[in-house]
């Protein structure tokens, strides 16, 4: 298996525990789901070890995940150079340092939403700079960018 999706949205809890046999017997992940999983009740070191146990790991999806905070994601963009797709679309906890921090680590980024983040022209400016083979950026929602971090864009 290569692929994982968490739709633990649809149960009451899960814990740090729960998750230990998941990890255990799927090693080979490249892609990482944890969309809407916002009833996952896992701390920052949780799900920093559970992302680290998949060091080929090229696409990560965090849409609407609320209680991942920004140090976690810190870390994770720095120990993933090889990422190609990260999804943080509504991950209202993410600071726009963190953005240019992950845009300044992964290198190799492809696709990258940050609908609803609250970043603003710096970090687009930094997206700019740092990521050349990017394909996909949404910045819909973002309402610190303006027309500078548009025309940077363009």
Do not use: W
């Not at 983040?117 to 740092?130: L, P």
Request: charged letters at 20%; glycine letters at 4%.
């Amino acid at each position: 298996m290569r692929n994982i999706i968490f739709p633990f949205f649809y149960y009451k809890l899960v814990l740090d525990g729960d998750i230990n046999g998941i990890i255990d017997s799927c090693p080979n992940i490249v892609y990482l789901n944890y969309s809407v999983t916002c009833k996952l009740d896992i701390n920052d070191t949780t799900f920093i070890n559970i992302v680290q146990s998949y060091p080929n790991l090229i696409k990560l999806e965090l849409f609407k995940c609320g209680y991942i905070s920004d140090k976690a994601i810190k870390k994770i963009a720095k120990s993933y150079s090889r990422l190609e797709h990260f999804n943080l679309r509504v991950c209202h906890l993410i600071s726009e340092e963190t953005i240019c921090i992950i845009v300044r680590s992964c290198q190799k980024l492809r696709f990258l939403d940050l609908m609803q983040c609250s970043i603003s022209d710096t970090a687009v400016k930094q997206i700019v700079k740092s990521s050349h083979k990017l394909e996909y950026l949404n910045i819909f929602g973002c309402d610190y960018i303006t027309d500078l971090g548009i025309r940077a864009i363009a």
